[in-house]
């Protein structure tokens, strides 16, 4: 089954615009993650959020979980250019699996 | 700041040749991890390894893959007869034994022709 879809695929917004990220999932989760991807370049981790949570702030970033209907969202405030790239979900499993589950990803450009 | 560091970053390999890709985990991080992105598509789990040993592999890391952690800070992944559809960015992770969050390297692009 998939497991973390992100919608929408690409996203465009002009610098200063919030930017929304939704997330599905399908399984139970131990935790959710998010991250960020630069063109050809490595992940760098945003922000996790376990499963008996349901809000989340760093910085700029707020991240929403609702277990109950196996979603999640990434709110990015106050949009900059170096905001630009590729933003994952990452699930990880409540079954004790160590692997994480990524999504397809959202691509976000910021229109300076 | 430490961070994971992977070589080479780019490799160009011909279809059958066996390849290894290097990795040093972030020094008292005790889980290490690999994944790989085929261009344009998901990151995909390979597999974990945790006190010497895989602790959880996906359908993906067949007999082809093996991984080693042959000294104190290196972890490798080998591939023993690369396909065409082993052409991927391959990304080494590590982390602490009590966060989720997972440390990235920049990556290995595998070339197979």
């Known amino acids: 089954s998939q497991q973390g879809e992100e919608d929408p695929q690409a996203l465009s917004i002009q610098e200063g615009e919030n930017a929304t990220m939704n997330c599905s999932y399908k399984t139970s989760i131990n935790n959710l993650q998010w991250y960020r991807q630069n063109s050809g370049r490595g992940l760098v981790h945003l922000i996790l959020?376990?499963?008996?949570?349901r809000e989340k702030h760093s910085g700029r970033l707020r991240v929403t979980l609702d277990t109950s209907k196996k979603s999640s969202s990434l709110l990015i405030t106050a949009s900059r250019a170096a905001d630009t790239a590729s933003y994952f979900c990452?699930?990880?499993?409540?079954?004790?699996?160590?692997?994480?589950?990524f999504g397809k990803g959202t691509h976000l450009i910021i229109q300076p | 700041e430490p961070e994971v560091t992977q070589t080479p970053s780019h490799q160009v390999t011909q279809m059958g040749q066996e390849v290894i890709l290097r990795c040093v985990p972030i020094?008292?991080?005790?889980?290490f991890y690999w994944y790989r992105q085929i261009l344009g598509q998901k990151v995909e789990f390979l597999v974990s390894f945790y006190n010497n040993e895989i602790s959880e592999k996906s359908e993906i890391f067949d007999d082809q893959f093996s991984v080693e952690r042959p000294d104190g800070s290196n972890f490798t992944l080998k591939i023993r007869s690369t396909k065409l559809e082993d052409s991927a960015m391959y990304f080494c992770?590590?982390?602490?034994?009590?966060?989720?969050?997972?440390?990235f390297g920049e990556g290995s692009r595998l070339t197979v022709l």
């Open positions: 020094s008292n991080h005790l889980y």
């Open positions: 959020i376990r499963s008996n949570e």
């Open positions: 990452a699930t990880a499993g409540g079954g004790g699996a160590d692997g994480l589950t």
């Open positions: 992770a590590s982390r602490l034994a009590n966060t989720g969050e997972l440390f």
